[in-house]
């Protein structure tokens, strides 16, 4: 059973950093993109950052020059670096893996970390 933890959320500061991780456990086979999401109350969950096997990554417009996402293959674990942190970057942030095994595609979700940037 594939579990995903997350840790690093909290309070911080306009203008503070926070780095999120995300650690993958149990089962874990070949690890295609992991990404970060997250929702904000009242708000569908919506796209920050994805990482690909071989390191690419892409970035949401509103956290680009701020957030930097990485990953520890050796680990199963993908960071996001949060840096010049806006209010409205409050939300609950979550890691999403995708996985393959031969022809099937498996995705698996974090629980969610809150991080709170206050003004």
């Known amino acids: 059973q594939v579990q995903l933890v997350e840790s690093g959320g909290g309070l911080v500061q306009a203008g503070g950093s926070l780095r999120l991780s995300c650690a993958a456990s149990g089962g874990i086979f070949n690890i295609d993109d992991m990404n970060w999401y997250r929702q904000a109350p009242g708000k569908q969950r919506e796209f920050v950052a994805t990482i690909t096997s071989i390191g690419s990554t892409n970035y949401a417009d509103s956290v680009k020059g701020r957030f930097t996402i990485s990953r520890d293959n050796i680990k199963n674990t993908v960071y996001l670096q949060m840096n010049s942190l806006k209010p409205e970057d409050t939300a609950v942030y979550y890691c999403?893996?995708?996985?393959?095994?031969?022809?099937?595609?498996?995705?698996?979700w974090g629980q969610g970390t809150q991080v709170t940037v206050s003004s």
């Open positions: 999403n893996i995708k996985m393959h095994l031969g022809p099937l595609k498996y995705d698996y």
